[in-house]
Structure formats: structure tokens, C-alpha cells
T-cell receptor, first 115, second 111 residues
């Protein structure tokens, strides 16, 4: 299947700082990527849809000014958690669908810990 | 808000037993995916079902999509310790790969 890669896999940052997470489609172009968040012992919750060349679409309850999404190329979307707080600590996962694919493929996830 | 309820939430069984996990919704989906997730990793696709009533088999795993495309089930035959993990169903209502995930079923198979 298609490969989606996230970087970094783990990051620890201080409260109040910002951290950027990258999501790359390695062998295909993706006009749309999706960002999910997963808290411990819970399922994945969709945060936003990342659209190449245009603004991201955020799900209800997700602060767009806190979770900045940039999709500047067909193979890269970035999620920046601004002014991070301990409650932002979570597992962040992206997905993308290759052209003519029947399903989306997921990255390996990024574990964010805010101290 | 679309919801996908999975049952059971937790399941601990002995090696060799059979089990069924259910994924239910009041919404219709154009496709439904089943994933397995290991701790600290992204979900790995097991199967995609798109046609109402469809049944797919993957070795000891059997997946069924409800006739109305609102629900699905995953049946594992002769479970093995390697089947241990978090099983997630995910529905796509608009064909845009924008998934709503189920609440998850945490399976533990004891040797």
C-alpha cells in the first residue's frame, strides 16, 4: 500500500512553546490529508482536513488558531501546535489517500508530551 | 454528529477461542474500514467493505458489512496471542476518506 510518514515520532516540549509535526506522502501525491488526535485508551478523533493550496477545515471544537495546518505541497502537510499546554499531550496521526485508492493510509503517529 | 459504537469495549479470551466485534451506527457509510492498532503506532488497515451485505475473509478474520451499510462485524476464529491489539472500525460517509472512527475494542488473547 501507499506510504505515509510522520516526523517526529516522539517530541517533548515545554509548556508555552510551539511544535511542528510533519506528514508526508512518500510515493504519491495527496491533495487532501487528515489530522487525528488520540488520547490514551481512546479512539481516534478527526481534528481537521488539510487541503493543498487552501485553508484547512476544522472539526467542531478544534481551535484553528491553536492547531495551525499548512499544506503547501502535494506531499506535505504540517500541524503546528501553538502555545502548547500539558492537556495538548496526545498521539497525533495523519492520513492521506492515494489517487484511485479505496482507502486512506495512516502515518505511524507522533507522540507529543508537553511538560 | 455521526457515531460509531463498537462492542465489546474490552475482551480477554484464551487462545483458540472465537470472538466477534460489532460496529454499529445510525448513519449510512459509503465504505467501512477495519484497522488494528498497536500501542504507539498508527492504525494498520485490515479490510475495506463497500457493498451492503458484503463478506470478506482474511485468513482467520471474517468481515461483514450490514445490508443497510450502517453496521459491520469482525469475527476472529481460533484467536492467537498475536491477534492482541486495539481493533477500530472507521466509516466514510461521503467517499472523501474523511473517517469517523469507532470507539474501539481492546482485545487480549492469552496463551
Amino acid at each position: 500500500g501507499a506510504v505515509v510518514s510522520q516526523h517526529p515520532s516522539r517530541v517533548i516540549c515545554k509548556s508555552g512553546t510551539s511544535v511542528k509535526i510533519e506528514c508526508r506522502s512518500l510515493d504519491f501525491q495527496a491533495t487532501t490529508m487528515f489530522w487525528y488526535r488520540q488520547f490514551p485508551k481512546q479512539s481516534l478523533m478527526l481534528m481537521a482536513t488539510s487541503n493543498e493550496g487552501s485553508k484547512a477545515t476544522y472539526e467542531q471544537g478544534v481551535e484553528k488558531d491553536k492547531f495551525l495546518i499548512n499544506h503547501a505541497s502535494l506531499t506535505l502537510s504540517t500541524l503546528t501546535v501553538t502555545s502548547a499546554h500539558p492537556e495538548d499531550s496526545s498521539f497525533y496521526i495523519c492520513s492521506a489517500a492515494a489517487p484511485r485508492a479505496s482507502e486512506a493510509f495512516f502515518g505511524q503517529g507522533t507522540r507529543l508530551t508537553v511538560v | 454528529t455521526q457515531l460509531l459504537e463498537q462492542s465489546p469495549q474490552f475482551l480477554s479470551i484464551q487462545e483458540g477461542e472465537n470472538l466477534t466485534v460489532y460496529c454499529n451506527s445510525s448513519s449510512v457509510f459509503s465504505s467501512l474500514q477495519w484497522y488494528r492498532q498497536e500501542p504507539g503506532e498508527g492504525p494498520v488497515l485490515l479490510v475495506t467493505v463497500v457493498t451492503g451485505g458484503e463478506v470478506k475473509k482474511l485468513k482467520r478474520l471474517t468481515f461483514q458489512f450490514g445490508d443497510a451499510r450502517k453496521d459491520s462485524s469482525l469475527h476472529i476464529t481460533a484467536a492467537q496471542p498475536g491477534d492482541t491489539g486495539l481493533y477500530l472500525c472507521a466509516g466514510d460517509s461521503s467517499g472523501t476518506y474523511k473517517y469517523i472512527f469507532g470507539t474501539g475494542t481492546r482485545l487480549k488473547v492469552l496463551a
